[in-house]
């Protein structure tokens, strides 16, 4: 679980640096993964209609990980945990790599405390380097 210091360390931080890339890292092989191309592109690898995959951008955090929609990425190699910042498996995973465990914990803890803030939880796992 995530501690008091840990919780501090984002309320000192300055706000999101907007237009910057960000990037957040796979769970299980550590691959950077562009916080942009999570949100708006990942989704049209999948097999959804063009129409879907457009419509899934405007959709709210908790909707965009609906089972339905898990299932497609899951099918395109993206595995989320409780956000799409969130990174556990994806397509450039090994096959059979498992996520690292403490890793896992740790992001699963800021997402929990952050909840639908996409901006807050890339900005501490870039810094984090998670
Ligand atoms: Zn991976």
Redesign the pocket.
């Known amino acids: 679980m995530l501690n008091q210091r840990q919780f501090d360390f984002r309320t000192a931080m300055n706000p999101p640096k907007k237009g910057n890339p960000m990037d957040v890292h796979?769970t299980?092989?550590?691959?950077p993964w562009d916080v942009y191309h999570l949100r708006h592109d990942a989704i049209f690898e999948t097999d959804l209609t063009h129409a879907e995959a457009k419509a899934w951008t405007e959709l709210s955090p908790a909707l965009r990980l609906n089972p339905r929609y898990r299932d497609k990425f899951k099918a395109a190699g993206y595995e989320f945990g409780g956000s799409i910042m969130n990174?556990l498996?994806?397509?450039?995973?090994p096959k059979g790599?498992k996520p690292d465990p403490d890793q896992a914990a740790m992001k699963a803890g800021i997402v929990e405390i952050l909840g639908d803030d996409e901006d807050g939880i890339a900005a501490i796992f870039e810094d984090q380097g998670l």
């Open positions: 796979c299980t092989c550590g691959e990174v498996r994806c397509p450039g995973c790599a």
